[in-house]
């Protein structure tokens, strides 16, 4: 348990952005707006190597790292295109970070735990391609997200905000990662998605009625750990696939799964 908490320290730490971050991404604000293919290889040509990268809903993103200048910015790809670059911490690039504080983390649970804490998710996961100034909702987040990437119940034990926010993009993440390029949900001539994002924070009965009203049956239910109840919802029209996960009668979390054995 001891490990635990001094893994989750080094990671928020290291994953937390900090005043000496240079802005790298001012110096590549001309390749807004490249095709991605040729931005990838000027980015290449100016000492920028592609580390890691994940697809979230019609966006990519992807971490790339200078080290000459010890630095990683993130590229968010639409239709095609560089649409934004911006700078984020060392551990998105799945580099450690000179904080002290992770330097510690690293002595005492070793660089493998460290790194492969790092890896996990990413400033691009988050809703405002962000990670959490504070240490204390960054681990709420990472615990939440790998709760939901990895299928596991739903434990908000401190009911806060960073926890569900973290599941509903593990579960989002988890479906992108299970649906296959040639079966996707927005291609092959199916309707476009149907936005259920007011829903969230709603009283259950509510959004129930609203997700039937909006083409939905619920195919599936469970219990999700001691404080949360799931449903799994699926619009044959659409091809949409949710879950949500209520707490105290109201939806916690309502995420786009991608498939679910019912979901057909």
């Given amino acids: 348990m001891k490990q635990?908490?001094?893994?989750?320290?080094?990671?928020?730490?290291?994953?937390t952005p900090t005043a000496s971050i240079a802005a790298s991404a001012d110096d590549l604000r001309d390749l807004v707006g490249a095709r991605a293919a040729g931005g990838e290889s000027e980015l290449e040509s100016r000492g920028w190597v592609s580390i890691t990268g994940h697809q979230s809903g019609s966006a990519s993103y992807t971490y790339w790292w200078n080290a000459?200048?010890?630095?990683?910015?993130?590229?968010?790809?639409?239709?095609?295109?560089?649409?934004?670059?911006?700078?984020?911490?060392?551990?998105?690039?799945?580099?450690?970070?000179?904080?002290?504080?992770?330097?510690?983390?690293?002595?005492?649970?070793?660089?493998?735990?460290?790194?492969?804490?790092?890896?996990?998710?990413?400033?691009?996961?988050?809703?405002?391609?962000?990670?959490?100034?504070?240490?204390?909702?960054?681990?709420?987040?990472?615990?939440?997200?790998?709760?939901?990437?990895?299928?596991?119940?739903?434990?908000?034990?401190?009911?806060?905000?960073?926890y569900s926010s973290g599941?509903?993009?593990?579960?989002?993440?988890?479906?992108?990662?299970?649906?296959?390029?040639?079966?996707?949900?927005?291609?092959?001539?199916?309707?476009?998605?149907?936005?259920?994002?007011?829903?969230t924070g709603a009283r259950a009965s509510g959004a129930e009625n609203s997700l039937e009203s909006r083409g939905f049956i619920r195919v599936d239910g469970f219990q999700s750990?001691?404080?949360g109840k799931g449903t799994i919802w699926w619009n044959g029209r659409t091809r949409q696939c949710l879950q949500a996960i209520t707490v105290d009668g109201r939806v916690d979390s309502l995420a786009d799964i991608g498939s679910h054995r019912r979901c057909r």
């Fill in 4 to 15: 635990f908490v001094v893994v989750c320290v080094a990671l928020a730490t290291a994953l």
């Fill in 68 to 162: 000459s200048r010890k630095q990683c910015v993130m590229v968010r790809t639409n239709d095609g295109r560089f649409a934004a670059i911006s700078d984020v911490a060392n551990g998105d690039c799945n580099q450690k970070s000179d904080n002290n504080n992770a330097a510690v983390a690293i002595g005492a649970v070793g660089a493998i735990a460290l790194i492969a804490a790092l890896a996990s998710h990413k400033s691009g996961h988050h809703d405002n391609g962000q990670h959490y100034s504070d240490r204390e909702q960054e681990a709420d987040y990472e615990r939440g997200y790998n709760d939901g990437i990895y299928n596991q119940p739903y434990h908000n034990y401190a009911r806060r905000d960073a």
């Fill in 167 to 199: 599941y509903e993009s593990g579960v989002r993440q988890r479906g992108q990662n299970s649906t296959y390029r040639d079966d996707h949900r927005w291609g092959g001539g199916y309707a476009p998605s149907v936005d259920v994002s007011d829903l």
């Fill in 225 to 227: 750990g001691g404080d």
